[in-house]
């Protein structure tokens, strides 16, 4: 989708620090990272929120938890917190799903 920054650093027209991908999902590091290991996995196609997706988006992203398992695994992280926002009050800043990967230090409460 034209503006949204997810789709540009999917189709490689602006960088990232890419560590995975496959046909259904990308994992960069975020570029402002809250703790030693922040990592963002993207799915592919452009679904703003989970509200938005639809069912065969869902039965495509089951995978997601191999994925987290293999990157946090490869990025020494047995410990990690995963964080979904969604839509304004959440916070959400980017309006394509995406799933934050957050270790490498002991974390503070949820708020
Ligand atoms: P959210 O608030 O859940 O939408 O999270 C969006 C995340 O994307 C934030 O943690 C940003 O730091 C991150 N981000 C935004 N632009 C980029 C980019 N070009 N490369 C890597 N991470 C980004």
Redesign the pocket.
Known sequence: MENC??CK?INGE?P??KIYEDDDFIV?????P?APV?L?AIYKPHVATINDLSIEDSQRMWRLFEVVKKVSKENGIESYRI???NGKD??????HI?F?IIGGRKLGPLG
């Open positions: 920054v997810f650093i602006i990232s620090e960069i590091k975020d570029i402002r809250v922040h963002l964080v979904q926002n959440s916070g959400q800043e980017v309006h995406h934050h």
